[in-house]
């Protein structure tokens, strides 16, 4: 696939299949994801990775219980036993680094950086992605971080779900770059 191709046809998908993804997929992503551009060459990111649908499902409720906690103007949008936050995926993969209070924002970039390579590999295999943002708010969680997989002195940065996409990607559209100066 065409680079080109691969940046522009990416869609975040909210909708899969029941099909499972093979654990060789799984790992092309994951591959692809360490090769991104990291600060100080320490690639901080670790993964953590469920396929189990309880748990997939535990985490959707967790989080919603939580964005009802915290967002009570918006709480009736996570009121539903539809789930909104995983969109049931078969795969969720959650990269996380050491909590270190001196590089925390060195590593949400690093993180970041290695999801946006995830996201393209992961498409040009055929699959979905789309970056979960809402799940990590819990984070404020320790118990549920640890019951998920997370050791203690991880923290959660990028949560990403994954699978075969039910459907078209919808097209996608972007604004022009906007300059604010071209000296
Ligand atoms: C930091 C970040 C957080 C996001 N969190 C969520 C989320 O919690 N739930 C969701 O459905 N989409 C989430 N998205 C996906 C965006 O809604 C999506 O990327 C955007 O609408 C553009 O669409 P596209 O990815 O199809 O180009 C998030 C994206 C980013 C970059």
Not at 17 to 31: D, F, H, M, R, W
């Given at each position: 696939?065409?680079?080109?191709e691969?940046?522009?046809?990416?869609?975040?998908?909210?909708?899969?299949?029941?099909?499972?993804?093979?654990?060789?997929?799984?790992?092309?992503?994951?591959?692809?994801?360490?090769?991104a551009?990291?600060g100080m060459g320490?690639?901080?990111?670790?993964?953590?990775?469920?396929?189990?649908?309880?748990?997939?499902?535990?985490v959707s409720?967790?989080?919603?219980?939580?964005?009802?906690?915290?967002?009570?103007?918006?709480?009736?949008?996570?009121?539903?036993?539809e789930?909104?936050?995983?969109?049931?995926?078969?795969?969720?993969?959650?990269?996380?680094t050491?909590?270190?209070k001196?590089t925390?924002?060195?590593?949400?970039?690093?993180?970041?950086?290695?999801?946006?390579?995830?996201?393209?590999?992961?498409?040009?295999?055929?699959?979905?992605t789309?970056?979960?943002?809402?799940?990590?708010?819990?984070?404020?969680?320790?118990?549920?971080?640890?019951?998920?997989?997370?050791?203690?002195?991880?923290?959660?940065?990028?949560?990403?779900?994954?699978?075969?996409?039910?459907?078209?990607?919808?097209?996608?559209?972007?604004?022009?770059?906007?300059?604010?100066?071209?000296?």
């Amino acid at each position: 696939m065409e680079l080109d191709e691969c940046i522009k046809g990416r869609r975040s998908v909210r909708a899969y299949t029941g099909e499972k993804v093979s654990k060789e997929q799984i790992e092309a992503v994951l591959e692809a994801g360490v090769w991104a551009p990291t600060g100080m060459g320490r690639q901080p990111w670790r993964f953590v990775i469920i396929e189990d649908k309880n748990l997939i499902k535990y985490v959707s409720d967790e989080t919603k219980k939580l964005l009802r906690e915290m967002m009570p103007d918006f709480a009736k949008r996570f009121e539903t036993e539809e789930d909104i936050i995983c969109y049931n995926a078969p795969v969720l993969i959650l990269i996380c680094t050491q909590t270190d209070k001196r590089t925390g924002q060195v590593n949400l970039l690093d993180s970041v950086l290695a999801a946006q390579n995830m996201f393209l590999k992961a498409y040009e295999i055929g699959l979905g992605t789309c970056y979960m943002g809402f799940i990590a708010y819990l984070n404020s969680k320790p118990e549920i971080l640890k019951k998920i997989g997370i050791p203690d002195g991880y923290e959660l940065q990028v949560p990403i779900i994954l699978g075969h996409p039910k459907g078209k990607l919808a097209g996608g559209k972007r604004n022009k770059p906007e300059i604010l100066k071209w000296s």
